[in-house]
């Protein structure tokens, strides 16, 4: 009878070193191809005092930092603090995808109709909450697995409409920089989500704790890059 060995599992501490190397090339790659170039340094103190692409990156980095958060969590959550199946957890992760995507054609749609700024106001708004509710529910010890997965759609959901939107209105006025613009843009979420992701994981079975601080404090650092740094400027139907 033919038998196979059972590879044995990746340790903790050696997924999240994973996560963080994988960060930092992913934000590496986009910034390397314009680092090169002798005028970088001119355009980046012209991007640096263009408050509109400095407040919407800020807040995109946040947003995308608090995704890889996610990312990171959910799996010691569902698996290991509650000791459901990976298949189960597949199921989550895959509705919460479902979620994202959908709300991004929605917003794609709802800019037709509403001032872009205001699209993403409102995004940021309900992923701040659904991550203060997410932190809520763990902070109360060991709730019932909904109790953290419902806020944690809405968190996901309404990233999916904040992200491309607000990259669109930090792109606005670039014009011939709009690359190197769009290379930072890529690049900051994910060098913040490589130092960030590896923290997720470091509660064991209170994972969701630490998750939710993160989550929070990410979500709502993004509202003031919205509202104060980026300011009615950003709004090109105003």
């Given amino acids: 009878m033919e038998t196979f060995a059972v590879a044995p599992a990746v340790p903790r501490r050696h997924r999240l070193a994973m996560l963080a190397v994988l960060g930092a090339l992913s934000s590496f790659g986009p910034l390397s191809m314009d680092m090169y170039l002798p005028s970088t340094p001119t355009i980046a103190a012209n991007l640096a005092r ?26 010691f959550i569902v698996e290991d603090a509650y000791h459901e199946s990976p298949q189960l957890f597949s199921v989550f992760f895959m ?15 709802l800019v037709k109709r509403v001032p872009v700024a205001r699209v993403v106001l409102l995004s ?22 909904a109790a953290l997965l419902v806020p944690l759609f809405f968190f996901l959901a309404f990233f999916g409409s904040m992200r491309p939107n ?9 014009g011939a920089i709009a690359g190197t613009a769009s290379a930072w843009v890529g690049a900051l979420p ?49």
Avoid: W
């Fill in 50 to 75: 263009d408050r509109q692409y400095v407040g919407y990156t800020l807040a995109i980095a946040c947003g995308n930092a608090a995704l890889i958060t996610y990312i990171s969590a959910l799996p």
């Fill in 95 to 109: 509705i919460n995808s479902i979620g994202l995507v959908t709300m991004a054609q929605l917003g794609a749609r």
């Fill in 124 to 145: 940021q708004l309900v992923m701040a909450a659904g991550a203060v509710g997410f932190l809520a529910a763990a902070l109360t010890g060991h709730p019932p697995l």
């Fill in 166 to 174: 607000a990259t669109a209105i930090a792109l606005t006025n670039q």
């Fill in 190 to 238: 994910f060098l913040l989500g490589a130092f960030l992701s590896p923290l997720a994981g470091l509660g064991g079975e209170g994972a969701a704790t630490v998750a939710g601080i993160m989550l929070a404090a990410l979500c709502v650092a993004g509202l003031p890059c919205v509202l104060l740094i980026a300011g009615r400027r950003a709004d090109p139907k105003n």
